[in-house]
């Protein structure tokens, strides 16, 4: 099977978040696969091992990311692709990288696409779904389990909590959730095979597109930080007479009850 | 231009979700004089459903009624939906950001290549220019966001934009569209419902929500009763749901579930930062728990320090006199 993962670096989960001149301050922070993105890396191994044939990660994003392909490249991946937009494309949106990706598969024998469900940073989850449509796939979002049996797949998707029981047909692109699987950390004889693994760069010139089709729909006006919550107030005395002044205070101030 | 702003509809259980009232508002938030058109796609009921969506401020309403579409699939509704589109020729469509309008927006977006900002929790008007505002960073920061070429196309997220008061007296037309669904290649084999009834976590105005300080699934039960007596959902930190004292669905963070109810009630929570990503927007939070120093009370606007399974049934019994009153 011709298996492909998208995969993005955002923040680690644990950075504080400062913006200068409306932009989102990245020095000095830690960047990490973004956590959906990693179920799809395991699920695309674990797939790959069952079923035979390649993983490859595919990035659209800047020079930095191929740590983060080296890490997926580390868990079991075979190949990656790191397609670097950063001298070409001033400001992406989902529908600029989806263009990239489109050409980049154009050539490509694919079963199979996994992504994360969201990416942590920008959260709009449109890529995974908006590049099924462009390719003619079928997809399901937000998966926790994948069987593949010749050319059906049999998938439990998560709707808010709920359960959907799937079928579907190759080719198809999913999105990975929560509970699909627990994705392994790299062990040290993969970190050592990573280093000898194939990851390519490319750059827009090198697919089949032109840089005026790569204008972005949307524009981002400003970046802000939410207000700074004031310090809430710990309430004192007998735990009796805390939860009236609590029930008072949510009645009269917060005015919620 | 065309002066219309298509709303698509969405029901749970044959009703319709209320961030369709919501959106409903969005759409008459961008343009007050908009011709605001309903879409709403099934197999059965369709008129009652139309109706609502009117009782809320819809000026028209498009129903796509087929028995391929009786559960949500995004092949099924992304046909019926693009076929309403080409119909109609509007210039904005807005739905919420629910499981079904992540699925199908992208989707509609990619095939009509157009832009299309998701889960905005603000929408005004500035200068003639529509400006989105929606949480990047797992809501750590917002941006401003505009689409800069075609149709304004967003989601907003549930229990942000407030929804017009229901009023019976609006009235509109509502036409059928009869639309030809090919077969799907996705089809849904079963649904099994893992969320609880009643509330639904992510459209709740009141919100309790257990961690690991709630000690076991029984822990939850003090949880449940505050929940019920407030009219709200319970949800969970990450660490309640690995310890298996509930289920992943009600699972409140960074990965989980996004809330912003009227009043998040923390119990038991330390509020670890990826759990804050699911709930700091809250408007107002109460946070219980023995630890002083626990972080939650850093973002808490009322806090209270003791055991929560004194504290919890006392404030459940509190609310149940203020609400005999």
Do not use: W
Not at chain 1, 237 to 251: A, C, I, M, P, T
Not at chain 2, 10 to 17: C, T, Y
């Amino acid at each position: 099977m011709n298996i492909y993962v998208l995969l993005k670096k955002t923040f680690d989960t644990e950075e504080k978040i400062s913006v200068s001149n409306g932009r989102i301050e990245d020095d000095g922070a830690e960047f990490i696969i973004n956590p959906y993105d990693e179920y799809a890396v395991e699920e695309a191994i674990k797939q790959r091992d069952e079923h035979g044939g390649e993983v490859t990660v595919v990035t659209v994003g800047d020079e930095d990311s191929e740590k983060q392909l080296r890490t997926a490249l580390a868990m079991g991946a075979d190949k990656a692709v790191l397609i670097n937009t950063e001298d070409d494309l001033e400001d992406g949106d989902q529908y600029t990288t989806v263009k990239i990706l489109e050409a980049f598969f154009e050539d490509k024998d694919v079963d199979l696409i996994l992504a994360g469900n969201v990416a942590i940073d920008e959260a709009s989850g449109q890529v995974g779904p908006r590049l099924a449509e462009r390719l003619g796939f079928s997809y399901v979002t937000t998966i926790t389990s994948l069987a593949i049996d010749g050319n059906t797949a049999k998938i439990d998707k998560d709707v808010e909590g709920d359960v959907e029981k799937v079928e579907t047909t190759l080719p198809l692109l999913v999105t990975c959730q929560q509970g699909l699987n627990e994705p392994r950390y790299p062990s040290l004889p993969g970190i050592m095979k990573a280093k000898k693994k194939p990851l390519d760069e490319l750059e827009i010139d090198d697919l089949d597109l032109d840089e005026d089709e790569l204008e972005p729909k949307t524009k981002t006006i400003d970046i802000f930080l939410p207000p700074q919550k004031e310090a809430g107030r710990v309430l004192n005395g007998e735990l009796e007479d805390q939860v009236k002044e609590l029930v008072s205070l949510l009645r009269n101030e917060a005015k919620v009850l | 231009m065309s002066e219309k702003i298509l709303v698509i509809g969405e029901s749970r259980d044959g009703v319709l979700r209320n961030v369709t009232f919501e959106a409903i508002a969005a759409a008459k938030k961008i343009n007050a004089d908009a011709e605001v058109v309903g879409v709403i796609c099934g197999s059965e009921n369709l008129n009652d459903l139309a109706q609502e969506m009117i009782y809320y401020g819809a000026d028209r309403i498009v129903t796509v009624k087929n028995e391929k579409l009786t559960s949500y699939t995004s092949e099924g509704y992304g046909q019926a939906v693009l076929a309403v589109i080409e119909d109609e020729n509007p210039y904005g469509i807005i739905m919420g950001h629910t499981a079904v309008g992540k699925d199908l927006t992208p989707k509609i977006a990619s095939k009509l290549e157009v832009g299309l900002i998701s889960d905005a929790v603000d929408i005004h008007v500035d200068g003639g220019q529509t400006v989105f505002t929606r949480p990047i960073y797992s809501g750590k920061a917002f941006e401003k966001k505009v689409i800069t070429d075609g149709l304004l196309f967003a989601t907003i997220r549930p229990n942000n934009i407030p929804a017009l008061d229901r009023d019976e007296s609006r009235s509109g037309n509502v036409e059928e569209k009869s639309v030809e669904i090919s077969d799907l290649r996705t089809v849904i084999k079963a649904v099994l419902r893992k969320a609880s009834e009643g509330v639904d976590l992510s459209e709740a105005k009141v919100v309790v929500a257990g961690g690991r300080g709630v000690k076991s699934a029984d822990g939850f039960k003090p949880l449940y009763e505050l929940a019920e007596v407030l009219g709200g959902a319970v949800g969970a930190s990450r660490g309640a749901c690995d310890a298996d004292y509930c289920d992943y669905s009600l699972q409140i963070g960074q990965t989980g579930k996004v809330v912003t109810p009227d009043l998040y009630i923390a119990v038991g929570i330390s509020g670890a930062i990826q759990h804050l990503a699911g709930m700091s927007n809250s408007k107002v939070i109460v946070a219980i728990n023995k630890d002083p120093e626990a972080n939650i009370f850093n973002v808490a606007d009322y806090g209270i320090v003791g055991d929560l399974f004194e504290v919890v049934p006392m404030l459940t019994e509190e609310i149940k006199k203020l609400k005999g009153n």
